[in-house]
């Protein structure tokens, strides 16, 4: 099992800026990935930006969030970032950290709580 503690979100104005952050503890793999997904009511979950363990790292952002936020990764910490930037509006939704375990035989994921992020004026 691994647990995901996570901090930040808030009420900020457009064009502002938010950092969210991410622990996981546990039962963690040398090979991981973590990131955020964020979903607003009636719509998917979908991922926001994603990163994975090891020297060769692999990101992965959404398309309507590159060039205005930045994930990164404390390994020794097992902790994850998202740096969040140039907010708008549309960025308003329940962001969720999210962590994956892959084993040689299987995979598990694993999701935080949930913490808001609202951008209004």
């Known amino acids: 099992q691994v647990q995901l503690v996570e901090s930040g979100g808030g009420l900020v104005q457009p064009g502002g800026s938010l950092r969210l952050s991410c622990s996981a503890s546990?039962?963690?793999?040398?090979?991981?990935?973590m990131g955020w997904y964020r979903q607003v009511p009636g719509k998917q979950r979908e991922l926001v930006a994603s990163?994975?363990?090891?020297?060769?790292?692999?990101?992965n952002y959404a398309d309507s969030v590159k060039g205005r936020f930045t994930i990164s990764r404390d390994n020794a910490k097992n902790a994850v970032h998202l740096q969040m930037d140039s907010l708008k509006p549309e960025d308003t939704a329940v962001y969720y950290c999210?962590?994956?375990?892959?084993?040689?035989?299987?995979?598990?994921?694993?999701w935080g709580q949930g913490t808001q992020v609202t951008v209004s004026s």
């Open positions: 999210w962590f994956k375990n892959y084993w040689p035989d299987r995979q598990f994921d694993y």
């Open positions: 546990g039962l963690i793999s040398n090979m991981n990935a």
């Open positions: 990163l994975t363990s090891g020297s060769g790292r692999v990101y």
